[in-house]
């Protein structure tokens, strides 16, 4: 539950990671590990991912006005922690680290923070954290350097995967300021995840490059600490990325990407101001009596039950005012191109398909077209 410092305090994060949830690693922007003069221009960040990892992929344009000057760079990231063992938090949880510069590998060394002797802010990182550190000479001028690795995301009650990304350390650099961003995320085929609405008091402007539909702000907070709501922001993309553009970039929160785990999930799958048609969903997949929660539909809400799997596949329902019902969620982009033949168990098993078709025909409700 890594996410709750970009919504809350650290500190109330801490108690309630380890109380419900595994936190692994955090990704993080590369920081200078002493004053500098050096200016972050540009950054390009690629999150792609692949299971429970992310790949980041990242491109940096560094200006050095003066001379030729050698820094020692690191990268930080903290140990695991919440439901994990001790040999789990006794190494970082990064791999394929590489960072090259003007086409040249570098070397690196890995250790805790606080072996290393290198003094840095606690609002950086803290002596416990992971720091990967290698040394760049930077020349008068422009210097390019390519960064890549995978890093372990979280889990908990409330997220089935989080990743979490530190973008605040890319003000640690001189200018205080990232002077040109991009950022690029991309989840796979059909995938359905929270994104921050802003990174500091304003939104920001989000774009689906593909295939895909983005919600509008919301206050949704699943985990109860004081603190009220984050406004997120709700991303389905069939096919594509997210993506972020913006100049002179000085983020107050870091990023956080969450899968939510479907009793939350429901709750944003559609604009709060209409009617979720859904809301008591939990109750068919959790319920004591499944059988007897199924009897309490009313026949609308059966049918688009029996309908909702296709629905969430995409299909373009012939019935004109069932296509409606559906375009509410978020989730819900009608292509033609869907065949109603095989689809996947989204959210309605086969058992509980069938229980609302025995009730369907004990009720003589007709069934025979979607």
């Avoid at 939990?282 to 026949?299: N, Q």
């Avoid at 375009?327 to 509980?352: C, F, G, M, Q, R």
Wanted: charged content about 25%; overall charge neutral.
């Amino acid at each position: 539950m890594r996410k709750l410092m970009l919504l809350l305090c650290i500190a109330s994060l801490q108690e309630a990671r380890a109380n419900d949830g595994v936190f692994y690693a955090t990704g993080n922007t590369l920081i200078p590990l002493k004053e500098t003069s050096i200016r972050l221009k540009k950054e390009i960040l690629n999150l792609e991912r692949k299971g429970d990892w992310m790949q980041v992929d990242i491109y940096f344009e560094f200006f050095n006005p003066g001379p030729e000057k050698e820094l020692t760079v690191g990268f930080v990231t903290p140990p695991a922690e919440g439901d994990v063992g001790e040999e789990d938090a006794r190494h970082p949880y990064i791999k394929d680290f590489m960072v090259m510069v003007n086409d040249k590998l570098l070397p690196y060394r890995v250790a805790q923070l606080k072996e290393t002797g290198f003094k840095v802010d606690l609002k950086v990182a803290s002596g416990y954290d992971f720091v990967y550190y290698f040394k760049i000479k930077f020349l008068k001028g422009l210097t390019v350097i390519r960064h890549s690795y995978l890093y372990r995301g979280g889990a908990s009650v409330e997220a089935k995967v989080d990743f979490d990304y530190r973008l605040t350390t890319g003000t640690t650099w001189a200018n205080s300021a990232i002077e040109d961003f991009e950022l690029n995320i991309n989840f796979g085929d059909d995938s359905y995840f929270a994104v921050p609405a802003g990174f500091g008091p304003t939104t920001v402007n989000w774009t689906v490059i593909g295939i895909g539909r983005l919600s509008t702000p919301v206050n949704f907070n699943p985990y109860g600490e004081i603190g009220g709501g984050a406004k997120l922001r709700m991303a389905y993309l069939r096919k594509g990325k997210l993506q972020m553009r913006t100049t002179n970039f000085k983020p107050q929160k870091d990023l956080s990407l969450i899968v939510f785990q479907l009793h939350n999930e429901v709750n944003l799958w559609c604009d709060k101001r209409v009617k979720n048609d859904f809301a008591g969903i939990m109750e068919l997949v959790w319920g004591d009596s499944v059988e007897l929660e199924v009897t309490k539909l009313s026949d609308l809400e059966l049918r688009l039950y029996r309908n909702l799997n296709y629905a969430r596949m995409g299909y373009d329902f012939k019935e004109e005012a069932l296509k409606i019902l559906f375009s509410k969620y978020n989730w819900y982009i009608p292509d033609p191109a869907v065949k109603p033949e095989v689809v996947p168990d989204y959210y309605v098993t086969k058992e509980l398909q069938q229980l609302i078709l025995v009730e369907e025909k004990r009720r003589k409700i007709k069934t025979d077209t979607l």
